[in-house]
């Protein structure tokens, strides 16, 4: 036990920097996963062909790929696409990789978004959609005020479970050398030689984010259950 | 009654679905304040007629024309349905919204309505249809007639020429069923002009001024409560009022 606390205070800077990487990760990931999820749905329930078709090809080949993989694909396969991101220090942290892992990340996300994003609306009665209609009101407010408000009830729980399966992939970001938690698990290892330790301490800093996560969409359902 | 204006001519509807031929050229002239139960066996198109008129429904041809204007899909749809309200088998009243919400909603909305006016005359149509309490209320909390009502209430908020009314009172429990049809009774009697599919016989016969009798997509017979319901020569109708009666 004291050796866990021993090498928690510590490393105390590096695994609080290794959180805060983690956390910017996680937040922009679910932001932009959550965008992207949200137009790929508009996109794979649209009227135009090319839309849905694009939509289908995608989401099938994310979810039928590995997350690992795909972070590779977009970390080395960017640079020969020539999109260059440019090499950026901010303090001790590279921008570069870690726009590139977010990126990977989003791209990954907003798949699994898509679909749970998609499902919710299609579980909206028609009826909906009618009666809103025959009111005189727009397709986009009927969607937007009538629609999309009943659907959050139906997503929100998948959404939270999305949201926590992106901050426990986003320790696979550690590959392409970006010092998340899971990465600074790696180096006090390599410091400390020993693997127990840090390991540990890591799993139980994601576990604490992680609730914290599920506490506060928990809290978020039951306000949704007014009506 | 005397002759008012034509505000709705339907000629030649038609519409498949796909091969499936649902409306066979139909015509009617809607006038302004009547009344137009639309009865026939299920599987006849009424529904579907009436869901043309206000493009829930795609046509297949022909022209709906209202005060002079083609109802198609097109950049004068939502203003045309905001002229047509529509009530639905099953209310489809916003869950999320209380049932005042529900009804100043639109015209806030569309119409522009200050917030203290709609509230104002949407108190003023749920005191009509007997809710005034249920104001602050989600529509869950409601029964089946009392849900049908705030819906009748909602569709009449943004003040419609014309009320369509699709089988209100199928999706009731039949203790329900009188509630609805007082409403819309009473509503008859102010003029509004109304387009009722129903099963409701009594209904058809005592308060509709004209009654369409559909079968296999075409009005068969099309005449006063009178005319449709006693002097009628056309055996399908006999048929099917024998059944209902």
Redesign the interface.
Known sequence: MNSFINVAVKYRALLLGGAKITLIVSAFTILFGLIFGILMALMKMSKIRPFRYFANVYVEFIRGTPVLVQIFLVYYGLPMMGVEIPSLMLGDVDISRLLSGILALVINSTAYNCEIVRAGIQSV?H??T?????????PV?TMT??IF??AM?NILPSLGNEFITIIKTSSQISVIGIADLMYTADTIRGISFKPMEPLVIVAIIYFIITECISFILRRIEKRMK?? | MAETEVILTIRNLTKNYNTLSVLKKIDLDVRKGEVIAIIGPSGSGKSTFLRCINAMEQVSGGSIEFHGTQIVKQKNLQQIRAEIGMVFQHFNLFPHMTVLKNITYAPMKIRKTPREEAEKSAMELLRKVGLEDKSGVYPDTLSGGQQQRVAIARALAMKPEILLFDEPTSALDPEMVGEVLNVMKKLATTGMTMLVVTHEMGFAREVADKVAFMDEGRIMEYGSPKQVFEETENERVKAFLRKML
């Open positions: 009665n009826g909906q009618e009666g809103a209609l025959a009111l005189g009101l727009s407010r005020a009538i408000p009943q009830k007014v009506y």
